[in-house]
């Protein structure tokens, strides 16, 4: 597979005057001049007048030195300044500075990379293809296959660079909400050119806007509509039998303006809108992003491999929602599980792969690149998954789906002894958890 590096060489090769123009990075917004006070101000200079910080110009450190806070900021110059050209570096950094700033910073500075090999995208390279998903994802590089498939193949199969920079921009704009303590001001003037619209018609796009323009302290968010959400969710995920599917339908059914196959995923996005204007809340800021999580994971083609990431990232606004998110993770792990056992039966292995490398990843579990790139059970695929889960190593079927329901009885049975688990999500949780035990 060849480096960043190598592709960037590819790039200069093909002659960027040959790119289309719709296919060239935005220009940065122009950038109003910045005094360095403190964290807000520090974090304004360095997005330099472009919200998703492709092109970075992080204060010098004596500056940061001279206020609290800045850590992350600091050591994301650092990285900046080393400037390493192996993804894995940059999604170790990201794992170290969860909840930080420091993950939208390093986040739009992977997607500048990619931008920078558009050359060769364009061109059908498919082992800059490949580096692009190593650049905007967690997962881990492996030695490239022999006759690899292609691992985007849950986006397009071939990608284009269109779908990619469009993938990268969600992805790294998420980046900004992984955690409550961001200052967001210069990042939502920034977002309101209409160069961004594409952006900021995204809820999280609209949670930034919100939660910067919102008063301080915010009034408390109504999050009643966000449970029953999850509650609904939780059922879906945990009902296997005839009977426990039925009564879940006619739940749904039963949602305030239910219609067509499937109201779940329409009114998950109905819950993040509404939380949308409640974002002044961290309660509420990161129940939209929950909320829009579910609705993304309940719609029927998987568009990234972070739906479960935004989970975890939503739970670190408040500890009711921790709870919550460990919730969600839970029964996004068991419903990509249930797919995969699916898929296995009836020769349809691939279409689970997507859904079930997201779970793990929310998780924070390795996974490599070359379980999408298989696309079929094979020893290496199971051993990839066994390690994943934190079993030992395994080649077979058997051995894959015991560590996987190993690992989802660990985090149902984590979570049936939380005694602020609501009452009526109890049995679920324990039906799932009964099911899990090998």
Request: aromatic share 6%; hydrophobic share 45%.
């Amino acid at each position: 597979m060849p480096s960043l590096s190598a592709a960037l060489l590819l790039l200069l090769a093909c002659g960027v005057r040959e790119i289309p123009e719709h296919l060239k990075p935005d220009a940065p917004t122009s950038a109003q001049a910045v005094v360095v006070v403190d964290l807000p101000t520090a974090f304004a200079a360095t997005l330099a007048g472009d919200p998703l910080a492709r092109r970075p110009r992080p204060p010098d450190d004596a500056t940061l030195a001279a206020f609290p806070g800045a850590e992350p900021l600091r050591d994301f110059t650092a990285l900046t300044r080393a400037a390493p050209t192996d993804p894995a570096a940059w999604s170790a950094f990201e794992r170290e500075r969860r909840g930080t700033l420091a993950v939208g910073l390093a986040r739009g500075w992977r997607l500048g990379a990619v931008e920078a090999m558009i050359g060769p995208l364009a061109q059908g390279d498919e082992a800059a293809a490949r580096t692009a998903l190593l650049w905007l994802s967690g997962l881990r590089d492996a030695p490239t296959l022999t006759v690899p498939y292609s691992p985007w193949f849950f986006v397009g199969d071939p990608v284009s660079p269109e779908q990619l920079r469009a993938y990268g921009e969600r992805w790294a704009l998420r980046g900004f909400l992984d955690g409550p303590d961001t200052p967001l001001e210069e990042l939502a003037r920034l977002l309101g050119d209409t160069t961004y619209d594409r952006l900021t018609s995204e809820i999280e796009g609209q949670v930034i806007l919100s939660r910067a323009s919102a008063p301080r302290p915010a009034p408390p968010a109504a999050l009643g509509d966000l449970e029953r959400l999850l509650g609904l969710f939780l059922e879906r995920a945990t009902a296997d039998s005839d009977k426990e599917q039925a009564a879940h339908r006619a739940r749904v059914l039963a949602l305030p303006g239910a219609s067509g196959a499937d109201p779940l995923p329409a009114y998950a996005r109905s819950v993040a809108a509404g939380l949308v204007p409640q974002a002044g809340d961290d309660e509420g800021a990161g129940g939209a992003l929950l909320a829009v999580g579910l609705a993304r994971w309940l719609e029927v083609r998987p568009e990234a491999l972070d739906r479960a990431d935004t989970f975890a990232a939503a739970g670190r606004y408040s500890p009711r929602l921790q709870l919550w998110a460990d919730v969600a993770l839970a029964a996004a792990l068991k419903d990509a599980i249930d797919r995969l056992e699916v898929g296995l039966k009836h020769e349809r292995f691939a279409e689970a792969l997507p859904r079930l490398a997201d779970a793990l990843l929310g998780l924070g579990a390795p996974v490599d690149i070359s379980l999408l790139e298989r696309r079929a059970p094979i020893h290496g695929a199971w051993l990839t998954l066994t390690r994943a889960a934190g079993r030992p190593d395994g080649t077979t079927q058997e051995e894959g789906l015991t560590a996987l329901r190993a690992l989802l009885g660990a985090r149902l049975a984590a979570l049936s002894t939380r005694p602020e688990l609501p009452a009526e999500w109890a049995p679920w949780v324990a039906r799932a958890q009964r099911r899990a035990t090998p």
